[in-house]
């Protein structure tokens, strides 16, 4: 089976900051709801809460970040997944 890894690493990716974006949204508008639910996930204690804030470089750095990211993991799994599959 053919997989094509740089469409499927191209999808991924832009899923990917389309899903930093809608975190980022939420953190703008719900700033308090969004630091209780994902704090725990970034390892956050309770004293760095207040300290946390949210700035258009912040979060040009984060989405280009979870872009790239993602992309290299996505083009490693179509690569691999092309390889050790066989064609048919």
Not at 13 to 37: C, D, K, N, V
Request: with cysteine; proline share 5%.
């Amino acid at each position: 089976m053919n997989c094509y890894a740089h469409q499927l690493a191209c999808s991924a990716a832009g899923a990917m900051a389309s899903l930093y974006t809608l975190g980022a949204i939420a953190l703008l508008f719900f700033p308090e709801q969004t630091t209780f639910l994902w704090a725990p996930l970034a390892y956050v204690t309770a004293d760095q809460l207040p300290h946390m804030q949210l700035n258009f470089i912040g979060y040009l750095f984060g989405v280009v970040q979870s872009f790239i990211y993602t992309y290299i993991y996505a083009r490693i799994f179509g690569a691999l997944y092309s390889y050790l599959t066989p064609e048919l």
